[in-house]
T-cell receptor, first 110, second 112 residues
Framework: SQQGEEDPQALSIQEGENATMNCSYKTSINNLQWYRQNSGRGLVHLILIRSNEREKHSGRLRVTLDTSKKSSSLLITASRAADTASYFCAFQGGSEKLVFGKGMKLTVNP | DTGVSQDPRHKITKRGQNVTFRCDPISEHNRLYWYRQTLGQGPEFLTYFQNEAQLEKSRLLSDRFSAERPKGSFSTLEIQRTEQGDSAMYLC??????????FGDGTRLSIL
């Protein structure tokens, strides 16, 4: 069973707006990662934040991690139609396996 | 970097048949992972290899499932006596130690 959960489960926004997605988890982690998946395709790694980090940026992406609340958020700024995809948070705890949430479907309308 | 390659992309088979999937990782990656993803869910870990050694297996990996990575390069995942519940997307990923995992586009298995 999955131990991560994204919120909201679906989000529809207009191009140019920002999109924020949240992830909660239940166990202690070494790092938390965000992946994107286009329909029928594999997952693409977006960003990794380690448990001793609080915030990280990569291009239009900003991720935060609050280990006391066991939560993370991913912000996509100035969204584009090409950002339409499913987004997953995943974490690594005591092993190399990734534990994924159920995902969040983002639709960016042109 | 040609990416992680999986074959076939789609497999349709009758219940009770055996199926085998192949994964070719990124060439210099020493770690290889298998995940299963059902519709509307995130991927679930099945197993992973470091070189040719299978280091971790999920309890999801029943005795009908077996994975190999004989020379530490490509890997195969075999499912024996397939059941309806095996219908899913099977994803392979590879990585260098301590680095993010790179995923292939998966093999979609449909059981009739």
């Amino acid at each position: 069973s999955q131990q991560g959960e994204e919120d909201p489960q679906a989000l529809s926004i207009q191009e140019g707006e920002n999109a924020t997605m949240n992830c909660s988890y239940k166990t202690s982690i070494n790092n938390l990662q965000w992946y994107r998946q286009n329909s029928g395709r594999g997952l693409v790694h977006l960003i990794l934040i380690r448990s001793n980090e609080r915030e990280k940026h990569s291009g239009r992406l900003r991720v935060t991690l609050d280990t006391s609340k066991k939560s993370s958020s991913l912000l996509i700024t100035a969204s584009r139609a090409a950002d339409t995809a499913s987004y997953f948070c995943a974490f690594q705890g005591g092993s190399e396996k990734l534990v994924f949430g159920k995902g969040m479907k983002l639709t960016v309308n042109p | 970097d040609t990416g992680v390659s999986q074959d076939p992309r789609h497999k349709i088979t009758k219940r009770g048949q055996n199926v085998t999937f192949r994964c070719d990782p990124i060439s210099e990656h020493n770690r290889l992972y298998w995940y299963r993803q059902t519709l509307g869910q995130g991927p679930e870990f099945l197993t992973y290899f470091q070189n040719e050694a299978q280091l971790e297996k999920s309890r999801l990996l029943s005795d009908r499932f077996s994975a190999e990575r004989p020379k530490g390069s490509f890997s195969t995942l075999e499912i024996q006596r397939t059941e309806q519940g095996d219908s899913a997307m099977y994803l392979c990923a590879s990585s260098l130690t301590g680095q993010p995992q790179h995923f292939g586009d998966g093999t979609r298995l449909s059981i009739l």
